[in-house]
């Protein structure tokens, strides 16, 4: 169990289920679109970087035509973590092993803390009815009234988590920095492989552009 200062935090398993259907862009890019943004570009979304970063969410401030490494990619998604650990403890009222925190926190970090609070996941888990928890995380794989792909292998994977089934590692690769020109996403797939990693992220966009899914950063303490 990941434990400090009495606090639980996201194992090193449960990083490795967000990182690899979030993905990883190490330039700044348009969440409308998935493109780019270089300085003077027009942005229609949010200005978002690493793992799926906004300035909503705290430090670093998300500038055009920023770039970052992978090491700080990293380390940016560990603090922006904590805006989701510490809404998912504060909102379970029994006792979680590692892998049952680990699953909360990337319904919320995918779904929003907001979307965790008033779900029926949250009173199932609540209720000590993990058994229930499966059939809750599969209930939200649709965006823009249309089920989802990498919405479904998200769930899926989550609820091996929960039932410890081993997640399948692929191989880490750096990530392309200078190939703005591309009109799609510059992918890290960081431990995602090919094209289902890009299928994943798609999924991911548009999920939360058609379902009412919160942006990241909407979520704080204050929920």
């Known amino acids: 169990m990941v434990l400090q200062d009495g606090l639980m935090y996201t194992s090193d398993t449960g990083r490795h289920l967000i990182e690899q259907f979030e993905g990883c862009i190490l330039q700044a890019y348009d969440d409308f679109n998935d493109r780019i943004v270089k300085q003077g570009d027009t942005l229609r979304g949010t200005l978002t970087i690493g793992y799926g970063h906004t300035s909503a969410a705290g430090t670093p401030e998300v500038a055009d035509g920023m770039t970052i490494t992978q090491a700080e990619a990293d380390e940016i998604l560990k603090r922006d973590l904590v805006k989701y650990e510490d809404p998912v403890a504060a909102m379970v009222k029994v006792k979680l ?17 907001g979307n965790l609070k008033t779900s029926t996941l949250l009173k199932r888990v609540n209720a000590g009815d993990f058994d229930a928890v499966p059939t809750e995380l599969m209930k939200w794989t649709k965006g823009g009234g249309k089920e989802l792909p990498g919405l479904v292998r998200r769930r899926r994977a989550a609820a091996r988590h929960l039932l410890r089934v081993p997640l399948a590692r692929t191989r ?10 591309i009109p799609f996403r510059l992918l890290c797939w960081s431990r995602a492989g090919g094209l289902a990693g890009l299928r994943d992220m798609a999924d991911r966009q548009r999920a939360r552009g058609g379902s009412g899914l919160e942006p990241r950063g909407s979520s704080s303490h204050a929920v």
Do not use: I, M, T, W
């Open 97 to 113: 092993e590692q892998n049952q925190f680990d699953v909360l926190v990337d319904f919320a970090y995918n779904a929003g803390v």
């Open 172 to 181: 880490r690769s750096s990530c392309p920095v200078d190939r703005a020109s």
